[in-house]
């Protein structure tokens, strides 16, 4: 386990309530939160999980601390984290930074689901219990304002699911969590290994199943420039639908989205890091995304910045109400992505960006799957 040094007590306190990065909504509960949140995956560093990279290793402890605390200097509330990230590795980074803010003026979300430890399942009830608590002591909380179910391996025929939402309503009921979360349409990681030719369950119809019976009160759903835009078709008519918030994440491709990984240089990652894993971090797949970000320099800007406030802004119209996570691992990227402006894109640049997202999005996936372990 990494020690760290609790952030000293007093300086973080928030009292002249800046201006909300992204404007404001209200999560399930009643609190007000930054429509622009903090993603903490990637300041849990490393880590290796059902046989695969699964952290990221370009984190420090010290540029993490100092990002979390920029981020509520700046206004933002909204701070998302797992059981799994880093192995608890975030959440204890999260609970240092937490010693020095009001609990009252943060929401803090975490997940359960993709750590089994011994257990044949993540979900068995006395296992989400145990991963609980020890969220709880890494956050130095008493309370989650959302705990979210990370993926939809509920077991042969979903034999935990039905025990998962009990347990999850009982951590409710005895106020140890004030909303329960659920993920959109997914692939839980270890199906992406499945042999070709395999079977594969549709991820919206599973979904959909999950979800009549999870009744969740928030969804954490994927999407940027990047998503296919099947991935969530008719989420977001069936989200308003059922009057479900919704928590975006991903928003900028995992850092894809700001251009600042160029062909010439591509990115080399340590071990435990799961874009590792991922072709579109390699040089002939950025290359072919340098030609689609090059189009959109041409019409928003060519600085780094102006791609990722036109990517945020694209996703705060696109989803009206949602909360929309930003991933960090230090505190200009937190100042670049907190200072994306409030002022609308114009219907057609809005539609410019979807055919743009798309047909980078196409070109990738011409190119061959995602993950360069994934069976077709």
């Known amino acids: 386990m990494r020690h760290l040094n609790p952030a000293p007590k007093g300086p973080f306190v928030n009292d002249t309530h800046p201006p909300a990065p992204g404007g404001r909504t209200t999560l399930p509960g009643g609190k007000e939160v930054s429509r622009l949140g903090i993603g903490c995956w990637p300041i849990g560093g490393p880590a290796e999980n059902l046989g695969m990279p699964m952290g990221w290793s370009t984190a420090r402890d010290s540029r993490s601390l100092d990002g979390l605390a920029r981020a509520f200097e700046l206004g933002a509330n909204l701070f998302d984290t797992a059981d799994v990230y880093g192995h608890g590795h975030s959440e204890r980074l999260l609970g240092a930074f937490l010693t020095g803010v009001p609990r009252h003026q943060v929401a803090v979300t975490s997940k359960v689901g993709y750590f089994s430890g011994s257990n044949g399942n993540a979900y068995d009830p006395a296992h989400m219990r145990v991963q609980l608590e020890k969220t709880l002591t890494n956050l130095g909380t008493d309370h989650l304002d959302v705990y979210a179910l990370h993926n939809a391996n509920f077991g042969p025929e979903d034999v935990y699911l039905n025990m998962a939402v009990e347990t999850m309503r009982t951590f409710q009921a005895e106020g140890l969590i004030k909303a329960v979360g659920m993920r959109g349409p997914h692939r839980y990681a270890p199906e992406r290994l499945v042999p070709a030719g395999t079977a594969r369950e549709d991820k ?17 759903i994927r999407d940027n420039l990047l998503t296919p835009r099947d991935a969530t078709a008719g989420i977001r008519a069936f989200a308003d639908e059922r009057n479900v918030p919704v928590i975006i994440n991903k928003a900028l491709g ?42 959109l320099r041409e019409r928003f800007g060519h600085e780094q910045t102006d791609l990722v ?53 196409e070109a990738l996936d011409a190119d061959g799957e995602v993950f360069t372990d994934e069976s077709a």
């Open 309 to 361: 406030h036109t990517s945020l802004r694209y996703l705060l119209q696109r989803w009206p109400a949602a909360v929309v996570l930003t991933g960090f691992t230090s505190a200009a990227q937190v100042e670049q992505n907190l200072s994306t402006p409030s002022t609308p894109l114009t219907p057609e640049d809005l539609a410019y960006l979807a055919i743009a997202g798309r047909r980078a999005q």
């Open 204 to 220: 919206h119809a599973r979904f959909r199943r999950h979800f009549a019976i999870v009744r969740p009160d928030i969804l954490a």
């Open 254 to 295: 995992q850092g894809l989205l700001t251009g600042k990984h160029a062909p010439s240089r591509a990115p080399a990652y340590g071990a435990g890091d799961h874009r590792s894993r991922k072709r579109w971090f390699t040089e002939p797949a950025l290359r072919i995304l340098q030609q689609h970000l090059d189009a």
